[in-house]
């Protein structure tokens, strides 16, 4: 199994940046996919970027995209989520995931971090 940590998240004012980290021990993750997830209070979770194993393939959800940017690091076995131009709206739990396709929903994804809180005030 691949066990994945996220890191980097905390308390920000809109318009900031944060940059958040997802580290991967048990194996390599350089034949998964991986992706970013977040759930706010009350709503469910939802889609936020992916990328594809050799970072040819990326998505992202409309909300995010040209504010966010998701990459990868194989060789150090990380996943990172540089978010910017961040608004209160982006507040949530983060977590990362990998799997086997660079897919939108969580079903196509095989092992999950615990997540971590970013909130970003107005």
């Known amino acids: 199994q691949v066990e994945l940590i996220e890191s980097g998240g905390g308390l920000v004012q809109a318009g900031e940046s944060l940059r958040l980290s997802c580290a991967a021990s048990?194996?390599?993750?350089?034949?998964?996919?991986m992706g970013w997830f977040r759930q706010a209070p009350g709503k469910e979770r939802e889609f936020v970027a992916t990328?594809?194993?050799?970072?040819?393939?990326?998505y992202y959800e409309d909300s995010v995209k040209g504010r966010f940017t998701i990459s990868r690091d194989n060789s150090k076995n990380r996943l990172y989520l540089e978010m910017n131009f961040l608004k209160p709206e982006d507040t949530a739990f983060y977590t990362c995931?990998?799997?086997?396709?660079?897919?939108?929903?969580?079903?196509?994804?095989?092992?999950w971090g615990r997540g971590i809180q970013v909130t970003v005030s107005s």
């Open positions: 995931a990998a799997g086997g396709i660079a897919g939108s929903t969580a079903q196509e994804y095989d092992y």
């Open positions: 990328i594809n194993w050799s970072s040819a393939v990326t």
């Open positions: 048990g194996r390599t993750i350089s034949s998964f996919a």
